[in-house]
Structure formats: structure tokens, C-alpha cells
């Protein structure tokens, strides 16, 4: 991707996820689950390891947010890379790394290949979930769930496309990672408005708001609020429902959940 090549030195790293985590601060976030994709920076002869150590130094230098990292396997480079970056990610899990997701050309590799390489994960600790549901269709979604048996789902927005789909998401509670604004500008649906979010969230499917990657596509988790109320017609009470719907669906310890849960229940804003 043409902004990577702005990111050289294991020092570049550094300097970005502190903005990251400082711009996280500035909207009063708390916890969050940030992607990055080591593979991306293979060619620079950037390795995993000290790219995740650089990151999580990054991050550090803001207090009072608490930040977990998700590795992009990214199916682009096939089986094979993502094998590789779960192998050398898992030598600095205790920094911090909680899962893996394949991002990446979903309409050009399917899920399946990658089933080996997500049982791996399971075997060795991580969580999962799969970009899926953006550019592939329904398809896409079903061979996540059933090939990678994943715990979520990163975006799932054209799941609207297959009822039985919709229904098997309600029924075994699924998470959908949903992102509005990126949808949106990738074209994925034609407005805000026409978003299948509201149709998700009066299923009953558990959903959390997310903002994809904030600097390509101008938008904030904010912003992503704003959306689901001025556009959607979403109230201040399912917005906040939502909110709570985000932290349990989260990868955080069951103790650290109430805790969350508990503080944004007795903030002065709640």
C-alpha cells in the first residue's frame, strides 16, 4: 500500500503508535484493539519481532490507555507468510499481540487455505477473527466461521446478502466488527443510511463500532458515533448499548471487562 512507503525505520514505528495512542486519548478512549500487519514490511527487512517491540515502545509513552495488538496475517501473501508471521509474533506475545486476522484482497484469496494456520493460532493462544464480508460477499463470511472457526468477524457487512447467513449470526451470537465510514468510501454500500448495521443490531447480533484504518479513510471512532445517530437514527441509549456490546465482545479478561463496564456506567457522560 503507497502510505507504507513512508514507514522505513524501526524508529518510524515508534513515533506513529504513540500519535496513534495520543489521538486515541484525545476521544476519551480507554481500551482498544489495534491491527498492524508485520508482513507488510518484510521487504524493508523489518521483522516481526522488533516491529512489535518498537510499536508496543510507542504506545507506552501515553498512560492511561491500554492498548492490545491483533497481527494482520494478510492472505495476499498466501498461507505460507501468514504461518510465518504467526510463528514470529508469538515470540513477543507478552508484548501485548492477544490475535491474529487475515486482512488483505478477500475477493482474490478465500478463507480456506488458512485454516491450518488459524488452528495453529488457537493451539498457541490467540484469538481470531477475519477480515470478511467487504469485497467477497456472504461466502466469504461462511468459510470464516467454518473453516477458520473464528471468534469474530471483521466487518461482515455483505452477510445482509444471505438470510440464512443473518440468522446463523443472530442465533450463535457472532460478533461483527462493523465499520461505517470505511464501508462507505470503499464503496461497499452506496451510504451511511443504507449500512445493514441497524438491521444487525435489532437481530440481536453483537456489534461493535470500529473505525478501520482512521487515517486513510478521515474519520475517528467519534465520528463513527455520530453516524450510527445523525444517519442511522440509532438513540443515545442503543448507542450506549453498543458501547457495552464492544467491551464484552472484546478479548479483555472477564475481571478487566467489569471493570470497564463499571466505569463507563458511572462516568459523568453516561
Given amino acids: ?9 524501526y524508529d518510524d514505528f515508534v513515533l506513529i503508535a504513540e500519535a496513534v495512542a495520543r489521538d486515541l486519548m484525545q476521544q476519551n478512549i480507554r481500551y482498544a484493539e489495534v491491527f498492524y500487519t508485520p508482513s507488510d514490511f518484510f521487504r524493508r527487512g523489518l ?3 522488533r516491529l512489535t517491540e518498537v510499536i508496543r515502545s510507542g504506545l507506552s509513552r501515553v498512560p492511561g490507555i491500554e492498548i492490545a495488538l491483533i497481527a494482520d496475517a494478510c492472505r495476499d501473501g498466501g498461507p505460507k507468510n501468514a504461518d510465518r508471521v504467526l510463528s514470529e ?5 507478552d508484548l501485548g499481540v492477544i490475535g491474529i486476522t487475515i486482512g488483505g484482497s478477500e475477493q482474490d484469496y478465500p478463507p480456506e ?27 466469504s463470511v461462511w ?14 457487512t455483505r452477510a445482509i446478502e444471505d ?19 470505511s464501508n462507505v468510501k470503499t464503496r461497499v454500500v452506496d451510504s451511511i443510511e443504507e449500512h445493514p448495521v441497524r438491521r444487525y ?14 487515517k486513510m479513510f478521515g474519520n475517528s471512532l467519534s465520528e463513527e ?4 445517530e445523525t444517519k442511522l437514527g440509532f438513540s443515545r441509549e442503543e448507542s450506549k448499548k453498543i458501547i457495552l456490546q464492544g467491551i464484552e465482545t472484546s478479548w479483555l479478561p472477564e475481571n478487566r471487562k467489569r471493570e470497564l463496564t463499571k466505569t463507563f456506567r458511572e462516568s459523568s457522560d453516561w
Avoid at 89 to 93: G, M
Wanted: charged share 25%; aromatic share 8%.
Fill in 225 to 228: 458515533y455520530r453516524m450510527l
Fill in 113 to 139: 487455505p488458512f485454516a491450518e494456520v488459524y488452528e495453529k493460532a488457537r493451539q498457541l493462544g490467540f484469538h481470531t477473527t477475519a477480515h470478511a464480508g467487504e469485497a467477497a460477499g456472504p461466502e
Fill in 201 to 214: 443490531f435489532d437481530r440481536g447480533i453483537p456489534i461493535s463500532i470500529n473505525t478501520d484504518d482512521p
Fill in 163 to 181: 438470510d440464512s447467513l443473518v440468522d446463523y449470526l443472530a442465533e450463535h451470537k457472532i460478533p461483527l466488527e462493523i465499520c461505517l465510514i
Fill in 89 to 93: 509474533i508469538n515470540d513477543v506475545k
Fill in 143 to 156: 468459510g470464516a466461521i467454518k473453516s477458520l472457526k473464528v471468534e469474530r468477524i471483521g466487518h461482515g
Fill in 47 to 49: 521483522e516481526p519481532q
Fill in 1 to 9: 500500500m503507497w502510505k507504507n512507503q513512508f514507514l522505513r525505520e
